[in-house]
C-alpha cells in the first residue's frame, strides 16, 4: 500500500486535516493531563511511609490537639520519634500567592521525614535560628527566593499585635525524594510560633495540628494506633490514629470525588474526539468513491481500499497524538509548579505516555474501519456511476 497515496489524500483537504490533527492533539493531551493527576493521586497514597502514623482530632482535623499530648504519645513503646505539624496560614504579599506554611518540631522533622534533603543552606542554621524556615525548590524557584532571603507573611490564623508581619528567614531549600512531599511547602520552628503566642506577641490558640509518628523497623502500626487512641478515649480530646496512607486517602477526600470527576471528564473528551474523527473519515470516504472504483477497476482488492481509509485514520491519530502527547511533556513542569500543593509529584509518567498512543492507535483504527468497510464492499461499476 503506498505510503504516498495515504500522505496524498491527507493533503487534499489541508485545512480538515489540520483542524482534526489539532482537535486530537488538545484531546490526547487533556486526556494524559487527567490520567496524569490521577496517577498522581494514587502514587502520593503509595509512596505514603509505612513507618509513619498521623495522630488527629476525632472530630475534625480543623480541630487542634493540646501540646500535651507530645509526651503521653512518645510514651507508647515501638515510637522512635514525635513531630508536631501545625498549619500556619499566612499571606505573601497577596492573597493569590497561596503556598502551605506549617510549624514543626525542626529537631525531630528530618528523622521523621528521611526523604526531606536539604540541598541549598544550611541545616545548622535552621535549627538554632528562631526566625529560620525551610522552603521547597519549586515554591523557591516560584518567588525567587534564596538562602538567606527574609519572607514577610501577614499572619491569618496567627496574627501579630499591632498587624505587624511575621519575618522568616531562609536557612535552606530542600527537595523530596517522594512523591508523598511536596516541594511547595515552608517549614519552619515550632518554638517561634509557641513563644510568640505566650509573650502576648501574637493572638491565637496554641496547639498542634497532628502529630507525625515514626515507628521503629518491625513495629506492628495497628498495635501503636491502638494504644494512642486509648490514651485519649477517656478525653480531654479524643484522637484518631491512622497510616499516613489512610491520612492522605481522608485529605483527598475532602475534595471530593476527584477521581469520578476526572474520570467523567475524560470520557466525555474521548467520546467527543472519537465523534470527530469518526466524522472526518466518513467524510474521506465518501469524496474518494469514484477514486475507489478506479483502483478495484484496476485489479487493486477489497483489502487495499479498506487499508488505505483505515492507514489514513491511524496516521492521522497517530501524528495527532504525539503532539499532544508532546504537548502533556512540555507543560508538566508549569502544571507541576502550579499543581504541586494539591498534586505534589505531578508528572507524565512512561505508562501514561503508553496510554496517550495507545488510545491515538485505537482512535484510529476505530473511526477508521466503519468507513473502510464501506469502501470494501462497493462494487467498481456503482463507484465509477458516482460523480467526481
Known amino acids: ?177 517522594s512523591s508523598n512531599m511536596d516541594e511547595q511547602t515552608m517549614f519552619f520552628p515550632f518554638e517561634y510560633l509557641q513563644r510568640s503566642i505566650e509573650d502576648g506577641a501574637t493572638e491565637g490558640e496554641l496547639g498542634c495540628g497532628v502529630y507525625a509518628l515514626r515507628l521503629a523497623r518491625g513495629v506492628d502500626p495497628t498495635q501503636v494506633q491502638r494504644e494512642v487512641d486509648r490514651l485519649f478515649e477517656n478525653g480531654p480530646q479524643r484522637v484518631q490514629t491512622t497510616t499516613e496512607a489512610e491520612f492522605q486517602r481522608q485529605f483527598v477526600s475532602m475534595m471530593g470525588n476527584i477521581p469520578t470527576l476526572l474520570g467523567g471528564i475524560g470520557g466525555g473528551v474521548l467520546f467527543a474526539i472519537v465523534l470527530g474523527v469518526l466524522n472526518t473519515m466518513v467524510l474521506a ?21 479498506f487499508g488505505l481509509l483505515v492507514a489514513e485514520s491511524v496516521l492521522l491519530c497517530a501524528i495527532g497524538g504525539g503532539l499532544g502527547i508532546a504537548l502533556s511533556l512540555g507543560s508538566a513542569p508549569l502544571l507541576a509548579a502550579f499543581l504541586g500543593t494539591m498534586f505534589p509529584g505531578y508528572g507524565i509518567t512512561a505508562g501514561t505516555i503508553l496510554f496517550g498512543a495507545s488510545l491515538s492507535v485505537g482512535i484510529g483504527l476505530l473511526a477508521g474501519f466503519f468507513p473502510a468497510r464501506t469502501a470494501a464492499r462497493l462494487r467498481p461499476v456503482e463507484a465509477l456511476r458516482t460523480e467526481v
Not at 470516504?285 to 483502483?295: A, K, N, S, V
Request: net charge neutral; with cysteine; aromatic share 10%.
Open 1 to 177: 500500500m503506498p505510503l504516498r497515496l495515504v500522505l496524498a489524500n491527507l493533503r487534499s483537504h489541508p485545512l480538515r486535516s489540520l483542524l482534526t490533527l489539532a482537535s486530537i492533539a488538545v484531546a490526547i493531551f487533556l486526556l494524559c493531563t487527567l490520567r496524569s493527576l490521577l496517577v498522581t493521586l494514587d502514587a502520593g497514597v503509595d509512596a505514603a511511609s509505612s513507618r509513619r502514623l498521623i495522630v488527629q482530632s476525632a472530630v475534625s482535623l480543623f480541630v487542634d490537639l493540646p501540646l500535651s499530648y507530645q509526651s503521653k504519645i512518645e510514651s507508647v513503646e515501638g515510637i522512635e520519634t514525635v513531630c508536631k505539624w501545625q498549619w500556619f496560614g499566612g499571606i505573601h504579599q497577596e492573597p493569590e500567592n497561596f503556598f502551605a506554611q506549617f510549624a514543626i518540631d525542626e529537631d525531630r522533622f528530618f528523622d521523621a521525614y528521611p526523604e526531606v534533603e536539604l540541598i541549598e543552606g544550611s541545616r545548622e542554621t535552621f535549627l538554632t535560628q528562631r526566625t529560620a524556615c525551610i522552603v521547597g525548590r519549586m515554591l523557591a524557584n516560584r518567588f525567587g527566593w534564596k538562602v538567606g532571603d527574609r519572607i514577610p507573611l501577614q499572619g491569618a490564623i496567627f496574627p501579630r499585635v499591632g498587624g505587624e508581619a511575621w519575618e522568616f528567614d531562609v536557612a535552606a531549600i530542600y527537595r523530596s525524594t
Open 285 to 305: 470516504g465518501r469524496e474518494r468513491t469514484h477514486h475507489f472504483g478506479i483502483l478495484k477497476a484496476l485489479g487493486f482488492s477489497s483489502g487495499t481500499t
